[in-house]
């Protein structure tokens, strides 16, 4: 099923089309498909998010870990197919935020940036120290949550931009997809959530 639903995916031409895209088997749809999993599985199964990157690189490195939980898709261009699988990997447990500070989204590039303001000003020390402080801490978040600043998962000593550029190689994109990434868990009664089906089921005729 998840092979269909990435394939079907790249002739899409938007998340919403894809429920009535076909699913493999002779007149089933996508959509048809998700409700025969979630009567067997047992659980609740939505597609919520596609990618599609037009390739650039001359390699694509994919990573799957735990079982497919994390999934990984690295366009890469020079070095070789089992670099761009080690980089993918590196996606997969460090989770960088964006490939480098150009590709950062601003308002969250801002927000820790307002947070880190905070703090210095908490400091007492004087305002240019402050903003001396202020620059260090977002370089150092910046190197942190960049694919390109962080240290490579499998040698801390380098960076992956130092890697890459060791191998002749640029990451042109990546994705990383994580099931149940962004969903925010809502906190409530379980009872009262148990009891609104309860009633709702028995509005139902018959």
């Known amino acids: ?29 996508l959509e048809q498909r998700r409700r025969d999993l979630v ?3 047992g659980e609740n199964i ?10 650039h690189g001359d390699h694509l490195g994919v990573y799957l870990h735990q079982g497919s939980r994390i999934g990984v898709v690295v366009d890469l261009t020079g070095g070789s197919e089992e670099l761009a699988r080690d980089v993918a990997m590196h996606v997969a447990a460090v989770r960088p935020l964006a490939l480098d500070e150009q590709d950062l989204d601003p308002e969250v590039l801002e927000k820790e940036r307002e947070i880190l303001r905070a703090q210095v000003a908490d400091s007492g020390k004087p305002p240019e120290i402050q ?23 499998k040698d801390p000593d380098v960076t992956v931009s130092k890697l890459l550029s060791a191998r002749g ?9 994580e099931v149940g990434e962004g969903i ?23």
Do not use: Y
């Not at 939505?46 to 390739?55: C, G, M, S, V």
């Not at 001396?132 to 960049?146: D, H, P, Q, Y």
């Not at 190689?169 to 997809?177: E, G, I, N, P, Q």
């Open 1 to 29: 099923a998840r092979r269909a639903l990435a394939e079907q995916a790249v002739g899409a031409a938007a998340l919403a089309q894809l429920p009535a895209q076909p699913g493999g088997d002779a007149g089933d749809t």
């Open 39 to 41: 009567a067997t599985i």
């Open 46 to 55: 939505t597609l919520r998010r596609a990618a599609w990157t037009p390739r």
């Open 131 to 153: 903003e001396k402080m202020l620059t260090g801490r977002v370089a150092k978040f910046l190197k942190e949550n960049t694919l390109l600043g962080q240290p490579f998962v």
């Open 169 to 177: 190689a640029k990451v042109m994109a990546f994705t990383r997809f």
């Open 184 to 206: 925010e868990k809502k906190s409530g009664n379980f009872a009262e959530e148990v009891m609104a089906q309860v009633r709702e089921r028995e509005k139902e005729p018959g």
